[in-house]
């Protein structure tokens, strides 16, 4: 069936490169997002990108994708505490009605 | 700008009580959608709706009702509350199906 997978944890100092990757099962999405989730908040879109582009970049953001491998990333560049959060990739399931989520990746930064 | 609305933010109910979450849209989304959201479960879809008086079900829809009489307003109906349903339900909208989501801030549920 359709899968969004994650690591679940990530640990780094403040000031390092975060990276964190999601693999997915169905490619026919059109986006692929990122999503970040504050203690006791909704999720908010962080950033996304076209299924037909390798990367993009957005301030101390950017994303991989690699389609091959149905494999993405995002990158969070001189990582800060305030990044400390759960984040979500997702995807649109294959009949295109709803957002698959992963099970989010907590990172915790530390100072 | 309201975005998406959930009323309550906490509600704590006893088994076999019955209540409706409430959730309203300002941003004349056409999809509207419940998610629960479990440690280590991630967010699983309940019921989606694409429409006024279109609504289908999720990965997890037991024990839940929807309806969609208005384009602004998705309520959420637990007919008769179990532990299990103990969760953070989160609704959301877009414009379409597969399109960018937006949350509202989520409604802790505790069923004792």
């Known amino acids: 069936g359709e899968d969004v997978e994650q690591s679940l944890f990530l640990s780094v100092r403040e000031g390092d490169s975060s990276v964190i990757n999601c693999t997915y099962t169905?490619?026919?999405?059109?986006?692929l997002y990122w999503y970040k989730q504050e203690p006791g908040a909704g999720l908010q879109l962080l950033t996304y990108i076209f299924s037909n582009m390798d990367m993009k970049q957005d301030q101390r953001l950017t994303v991989l994708l690699n389609k091959k491998d149905k494999h993405l990333s995002l990158r969070i560049a001189d990582t800060q505490t305030g990044d400390s959060a759960i984040y979500f990739c997702?995807?649109?399931?294959?009949?295109?009605?709803?957002?698959?989520f992963g099970k989010g990746t907590t990172l915790s930064v530390s100072s | 700008n309201a975005g998406v609305t959930q009323t309550p933010k906490f509600q704590v109910l006893k088994t076999g009580q019955s209540m409706t979450l409430q959730c309203a849209q300002d941003m004349n989304h056409e999809y509207m959608s419940w998610y629960r959201q479990d440690p280590g479960m991630g967010l699983r879809l309940i019921h989606y709706?694409?429409?006024?008086?279109?609504?289908d079900q999720g990965e997890v829809p037991n024990g839940y009702n929807v309806s969609r009489s208005t384009t602004e307003d998705f309520p959420l109906r637990l007919l008769s509350a179990a532990p299990s349903q103990t969760s953070v339900y989160f609704c959301?909208?877009?414009?379409?199906?597969?399109?960018?989501?937006?949350f509202g801030s989520g409604t802790q549920l505790s069923v004792l």
């Open positions: 169905d490619s026919s999405s059109t986006y």
């Open positions: 709706s694409v429409g006024a008086g279109i609504t």
């Open positions: 959301a909208s877009s414009s379409r199906a597969g399109d960018v989501l937006f």
């Open positions: 997702a995807d649109a399931n294959q009949a295109g009605t709803a957002l698959i």
